[in-house]
């Protein structure tokens, strides 16, 4: 069964639910969600759409490496 995501969710939440999604965000250029700090601090407010927009990576992307690691995103 695949899981899912749900992208209104922070970044804190989701990482909080589901730790694997750490390396996932990490392999797609959101290197500083390793520092614990920054998970506790920007994360709580920080969403997957926002840190998108600021990174200049595509959703598209993110929806498509999610799959790959059997994530649904709604």
């Not at 990482?15 to 920007?42: H, Q, R, W, Y």
């Not at 969403?47 to 598209?60: E, L, P, R, Y």
């Amino acid at each position: 069964m695949r899981k899912q995501i749900d992208i209104t969710k922070s970044v804190y939440e989701i990482c909080t639910e589901n730790p694997d999604v750490i390396e996932i965000m990490k392999s797609l250029g959101f290197e500083s969600i390793t520092n614990p700090g920054m998970l506790n601090t920007a994360g709580r407010f920080m969403t997957i759409s926002k840190g998108a927009a600021m990174k200049n990576i595509s959703m598209d992307k993110i929806k498509e490496e999610f799959a790959k690691k059997g994530y649904d995103i709604k």
